[in-house]
């Protein structure tokens, strides 16, 4: 199985600051024949269904702030969240769908300073 | 606008089955494959399993094997998931999630929309 490990699991910043969080796979998530890796961030607030917020590592989900953004390849992955901001305030996702079983990372907890 | 309703959850004794359905509306049903995650109280996500919703072909994660089934009616737009041999640690949120797929081939990709989650509690 894929095994996906986020650091941190949790960070606490101050509004306006830049979130960063880190996804690394423990094998390659780059398909050749499409030069695509297979990685989707996922943000869930309390109480909430999980929400698509990246796919193929770096396309922003439709009506996704732009403050969101998806980068990396093969095995290691970051998803930023620049001038976070109040309603951000979720844990975060990443998730491998390169093969089965499909696997999440553990979680990453952003709260507010 | 994409929905995902489901219904199903509820109080179970260990040993017994659930059954929870996901009626889909607002897109093509076939046009995309149904996963199911479940995530226990305070825990991260786990994916069960998926189904393609125009060839019924599934996929189970191995840890379920031989206790879960998911099937798909596109006549009612409506997937299931029955899970049986129910335990304790069995007690979590079961989601249904709207999986995009290459249409030509059902190769899944990746989730983009999610059922609001049905709460299964197993306990005597």
């Known amino acids: 199985d894929f095994v996906m490990t986020q650091s941190p699991d949790s960070l606490a910043l101050s509004l306006g600051e830049r979130a960063t969080i880190s996804c690394k796979s423990s094998?390659?998530?780059?398909?050749?024949?499409?030069?695509?890796?297979?990685l989707a961030w996922y943000q869930q607030k309390p109480g909430q269904p999980p929400k698509l917020l990246i796919y193929?590592?770096?396309t922003r989900d439709s009506g996704v702030p732009a403050r969101f953004s998806g980068s990396g390849s093969g095995t290691d992955f970051t998803l930023t969240i620049s001038n976070l901001q109040a309603e951000d305030v979720a844990v975060y996702y990443c998730?491998?769908?390169?093969?089965?079983?499909?696997?999440f990372g553990q979680g990453t907890k952003v709260e507010i300073k | 606008q994409v929905q995902l309703v489901q219904s199903g959850g509820g109080m179970k004794k260990p040993g017994a089955s659930m059954k929870v359905s996901c009626e889909a509306s607002?897109?093509?049903?076939?046009?995309?494959?149904i996963s199911w995650v479940r995530q226990a109280p305070g825990q991260g996500l786990e994916w069960m399993g998926w189904?393609?919703?125009?060839?019924?072909?599934?996929i189970y994660a191995q840890r379920f094997q031989g206790r879960v089934a998911m099937t798909a009616d596109a006549s009612t737009n409506t997937a299931y998931m029955e899970l049986r041999s129910l335990r304790s640690d069995d007690t979590a949120v079961y989601y249904c999630?709207?999986?995009?797929?290459?249409?030509?081939?059902?190769?899944?990709?990746?989730?983009?929309?999610w059922g609001q989650g049905a709460l299964v509690t197993v306990s005597s």
């Open positions: 999630a709207r999986q995009v797929v290459l249409v030509a081939t059902q190769e899944p990709y990746y989730i983009d929309f």
């Open positions: 189904i393609s919703t125009s060839t019924s072909n599934t």
């Open positions: 998730q491998q769908y390169f093969a089965t079983p499909w696997t």
């Open positions: 094998r390659n998530l780059l398909y050749s024949l499409n030069k695509k890796n297979f």
């Open positions: 193929w590592a770096s």
């Open positions: 607002g897109y093509t049903f076939t046009s995309y494959a």
